[in-house]
């Protein structure tokens, strides 16, 4: 075993420090091999804690020196911890001199090298990597930072808050001092310590206050930091508009590195993020980087308040700061959107991560609740559940309350809490004590079970229409089967957002029984009980119900809708979503028919005469379009069936996609003429939306071309491949060719790479679009593994390992779940080879088979067996080990 496995944390058994540490003053000589930090900490005995020994997490470190009150005391090191039994009385100063070796650091947690430069990762426990701490979140210090390194190697050198004090030193070496004036725990320091340049930009904002912004990134990257720039002021503008949220320091720094095991972080004032997050140019980023880019910028820099200024009290509070920023940045891009159909297709695109994520994740092997019960590894539980449900409990609660409600109880909550390490009670409690008397303060001991139980509840709705009284009444039920570990539930309290629709598609007025007559054509009704029945009255017609309006619950609906009612959604429902989903619907239907009577698809005309509408149709906007005549995905399909054969599923929506390209040719046709853009790029909704569209339609065409022997569109896909003005389109014509597997792809493949050699968020792209094309006859598979030996090729870099590991495994079901099993070996053969050296990534890897207890044979046994290999090794992370051993548990 690696370091022994470590035993659960539980909640349950939080209990606040025996110690606090009030403020640190750190100081770093900065050598790649040996970096000697020295830190003074001046440390306050907990009042109402039993005192004892003083334990400061430390790992992978070397001890130098320890003093207390300037003499020198006694120590000795624990697995993890360095222990002083015998502290001095009362407060005290500890000095501690320790090395550790960023070079060594392959992790990427603590103190790492990237690039030649010096990065930071602290969150979750990665200061402890750094020197001995309260390596917990809620101990908050005041830091004060002195780096101290070469001048020449690294002219820039960058910590927290604001520069005090900066100079030259013997030795071709320089410092610089910062200082952080607000307590923060250590999962917020950074220090970055690199050959980079800034793009700056100074502003004023509303409260009068000057603050200088900036974008750290190499000197050739520079061209390409515009757009977070951009993103960074719209952030700051939104969050002092929506929730009267100023920035808070004179200076706040994104620093840009290529070596990142996620996607950035939020550290105060010094943000730290994955350069796919921040680099962007039209040449090589396509529209989903630019709209990326927007909303991890604006999450980061909201992290500021939810999260930095209010922080967690421990692990188990995490959605705290992440459901409720991922909220606020979903709210974010949906505001910066524009029109309210660009709102809708941002929702429809939350909505379809959440059920690629999420819902798996809640009925698969690592099912937890919002606020986890117990951990092994913290790190593991950064999680679709926590982020996206998460986000989806906070936006609940908006709905209960209102918008305004919700404004307010932000501000009682910042009134409250400002400085503080919190719970996910305390936050629920200021948003409900700010509403008084609405349907979140009635409710919010039931409702808080969305914080404590896993697993995705189902409501079953059945209506009955009563033509001689005028009603038509609503049963609907809710049930939410047993998760892992957690086999009782109880009812949710459920916002579900609905109206009726006659059958012609107007809207009816909503009246219950009892209630005075209104006009009002949508409602949220509040299930609470098992059942509920609504009786509405004044119905002249048999209505078509729209129920879970813009998904107003994370829920799974089961509404009975036969084709003819979805089609009188899709046609007409008001609300964008369920218009969508209404075709999503009619979809998966003639899907799910067809893998699980293993017959060919054979797509009618009811269905793609409906698609022909919405493509054809004058006013809806492109983007809106593209989501409807999209398929669902395989993995999605997979999750509405019982027992999972990928092959099936992936052969169904081919045939789909083959049949919507042949019957709706002419129209395909027309949608590529109809939406190309010209002029300069921008990354807007709008022409982002017609290129879209554009690149379905290209892919659409090329694909029915190849059924039919004819290779026009394939020669106008590549010609739009060499000539394209933007990567956006450059891809979608890429992807065209690699989609009808054409044999031009071959062609432009290596163009593609020859172009843009060098650039490695390119590159990237150049290996995940080759392990995420359509399998056909285990080509893509092939492919993949032999570009495992490409030069460009390293599992070092965690977003080169994601492209292609990640690609294929966990993006790709047809290529990776083969009969022969030669995907799972793939799989373990990666996993364990990362986990040598990067259990946090090995980890995310190991995932992609979270829901193996789901496949049909032969793949049920042999993912297993694949799972079963790893599971037996000896010298496992603590990581991979609680994935697979969870595994193992179903
Ligand atoms: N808070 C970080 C994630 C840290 C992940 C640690 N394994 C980024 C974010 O959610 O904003
Ligand atoms: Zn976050």
């Known amino acids: 075993m690696r370091e022994g496995i470590a035993q659960a944390v539980r909640r349950a058994d939080y209990a606040a420090p025996a110690y606090w540490i009030r403020s640190v003053e750190l100081t770093f000589d900065l050598d790649p091999v040996r970096t000697i930090v020295a830190s003074r900490m001046a440390i306050v005995r907990n009042a109402a804690g039993a005192g004892g020994p003083l334990r400061l997490h430390g790992e992978d470190l070397e001890p130098l020196r320890v003093l207390a009150n300037g003499q020198s005391v006694s120590f000795r090191s624990e697995a993890g911890e360095l222990v002083i039994d015998n502290p001095p009385e009362g407060d005290f100063t500890l000095e501690i001199r320790n090395t550790c070796s960023p070079e060594k650091n392959t992790q990427l947690s603590g103190l790492y090298t990237s690039g030649g430069g010096f990065f930071t990762q602290c969150e979750a426990e990665g200061f402890r990597r750094i020197t001995y701490f309260l390596d917990r979140p809620d101990v908050m210090a005041v830091y004060t930072v002195t780096l101290r390194a070469s001048k020449s190697r690294y002219p820039v050198l960058l910590s927290n808050g604001n520069l005090v004090e900066q100079g030259d030193l013997d030795n071709g070496r320089h410092f610089a001092k910062w200082h952080d004036p607000f307590p923060k725990p250590s999962y917020l320091f950074a220090l970055v310590a690199a050959n980079l340049v800034a793009r700056e930009q100074h502003i004023r904002t509303r409260s009068g206050k000057n603050h200088l912004l900036q974008v750290w990134v190499r000197r050739g990257d520079l061209d390409k930091t515009e757009h977070a720039m951009n993103s960074l002021i719209a952030s700051v503008v939104w969050d002092e508009a929506r929730f009267k949220l100023p920035l808070d320091l004179d200076r706040f720094m994104i620093v840009a590195v290529g070596d990142f095991n996620m996607g950035a972080m939020e550290n105060k004032g010094l943000n730290i993020f994955n350069t796919k997050y921040v680099l962007a140019h039209p040449a090589t980023a396509t529209d989903d980087d630019y709209a990326g880019i927007e909303s991890v910028v604006g999450h980061e820099y909201f992290h500021n308040w939810t999260g930095n200024r209010i922080t967690c009290r421990d692990w188990f509070q995490l959605s705290l700061k992440e459901g409720l920023t991922v909220f606020r940045d979903q709210e974010f891009s949906q505001d910066m959107s524009g029109s309210a159909t660009a709102r809708a297709v941002k929702r429809i695109a939350d909505v379809h991560s959440l059920r690629e994520m999420q819902f798996p994740e809640d009925a698969g092997t690592m099912a937890h609740p919002v606020r986890p019960d117990a951990y092994v590894e913290i790190n593991n539980f950064y999680t679709a559940t926590v982020y996206e449900k998460g986000a989806e409990v906070v936006r609940m609660m908006q709905t209960l309350v209102g918008r305004d409600g919700f404004a307010k109880g932000m501000s009682l909550y910042f009134e409250r809490h400002d400085g503080q390490a919190v719970t996910c009670d305390d936050f629920a409690q200021a948003i409900a004590d700010a509403n008084p008397g609405s349907e979140l303060a ?449």
């Open 442 to 890: 009635r409710t919010l001991p039931q409702f808080k079970r969305w914080y404590a139980q896993a697993g995705t509840p189902r409501v079953t709705a059945r209506g009955r229409y009563d033509a001689p009284t005028r009603t038509y009444t609503l049963a609907l039920d809710q049930h939410c089967q047993p998760t892992h570990g957690q086999a009782e539930k109880q009812p949710y309290v459920i916002p579900v957002a609905m109206g009726l629709l006659s059958r012609d598609g107007q809207p009816m007025a909503l009246r219950l029984e009892d209630e005075p007559p209104t006009t009002a054509t949508e409602r949220v009704l509040v299930l609470e009980e098992a059942r509920s029945f609504y009786t509405f009255v004044d119905v002249d017609s048999e209505p078509v119900p729209s129920l879970l309006r813009h998904f107003s619950a994370p829920v799974t609906l089961v509404d009975g809708l036969h084709d003819a009612d979805l089609l009188v959604l899709l046609a007409h429902d008001p609300d964008a979503f369920n218009r969508w989903e209404a075709g999503q619907r009619l979809a998966l239907n003639r899907l799910l028919a067809a893998v699980r009577s293993d017959a060919p698809l054979q797509l009618d005309a009811a269905f793609t005469g409906a698609m022909r509408e919405v493509l054809r149709h004058p006013t809806l906007d492109a983007a809106f379009k593209t989501l409807v005549l999209t398929p669902p995905s395989e993995t999605y399909i997979a999750e509405q069936l019982e027992s999972v054969d990928p092959q099936r599923v992936h052969a169904a929506r081919e045939a789909m996609v083959l049949q919507l390209a042949q019957a709706l040719h002419a129209d395909w046709e027309w949608a590529w003429d109809a939406h190309q853009v010209g002029g300069p790029y921008s990354p807007a909704p709008e022409p982002a939306g017609r290129r879209a569209l554009a690149n379905l339609a290209l892919a659409m065409l090329c694909l029915d071309a190849t059924a039919r022997g004819d290779v026009l569109w394939q020669g106008r896909a590549y010609q739009r491949f060499k000539d394209a003005a933007n990567m956006t389109d450059r891809e979608g014509a890429l992807w065209a060719l690699l989609a009808s597997h054409s044999e031009m792809a071959d062609l432009a493949l290596p163009r593609f790479h020859d172009l843009f050699r060098g650039d490695a968020l390119v590159i990237d792209k150049w290996f995940a679009l080759q392990a995420s094309a359509p399998e056909r006859d285990g080509r893509v598979f092939a492919r993949a593994k032999a570009l495992l030996k490409h030069p460009d090729f390293t599992l070092h870099n965690p977003n080169r390992a994601r492209s292609l590991v990640r690609s294929l495994c966990g993006d790709n079901p047809a290529a990776f779940h083969r009969a022969d099993a030669a995907g799972y070996v793939f799989w373990s053969e990666r996993v364990i080879e990362l986990d040598a050296f990067n259990p946090q990534l090995a980890s995310r890897i190991a995932r992609v088979m979270d829901r193996w207890a789901q496949l049909a044979e032969p793949y049920r046994s042999a993912a297993r067996e694949a799972i079963a290999r790893v599971a037996a090794r000896t010298d496992l992370s603590n990581d991979v080990r609680e994935v697979v051993t969870r595994a193992l548990e179903t």
